[in-house]
């Protein structure tokens, strides 16, 4: 049960971080200090690793409950 809440919880400060970078790589590409294209990989990358990283969080979170236990 620590894990699931740690997990969800973790995830959302995840995607809502994500989601903020979204708005900034936007920001940056409408004031041209960035191209399309670098707008569209650094959105994309960020996305990648916000989902990687937050399907990886449950198992790590559960190796250190068992170890703590």
Same mark, same amino acid.
Request: net charge positive; charged share 15%; proline share 1%.
């Given at each position: &049960?620590?894990? !699931? =809440?740690?997990?969800?919880?973790?995830? !959302?400060? !995840? /995607? $809502?971080?994500?989601?903020? &970078? &979204?708005?900034? /790589? @936007? $920001?940056?590409?409408?004031?041209?200090? *960035?191209? =399309?294209?670098?707008? $569209? @990989? /650094?959105?994309?990358?960020? @996305?990648? *690793?916000?989902?990687?990283?937050?399907?990886?969080?449950? /198992?790590?979170?559960?190796? !250190? $409950?068992?170890?703590?236990?």
């Amino acid at each position: &049960m620590e894990v !699931i =809440l740690a997990s969800v919880f973790s995830a !959302i400060i !995840i /995607f $809502i971080t994500v989601f903020f &970078m &979204m708005k900034v /790589f @936007i $920001i940056a590409f409408k004031r041209n200090d *960035i191209s =399309l294209r670098k707008c $569209i @990989i /650094f959105s994309t990358s960020s @996305i990648v *690793i916000g989902l990687l990283v937050a399907s990886v969080l449950p /198992f790590g979170y559960q190796k !250190i $409950i068992d170890y703590i236990n």
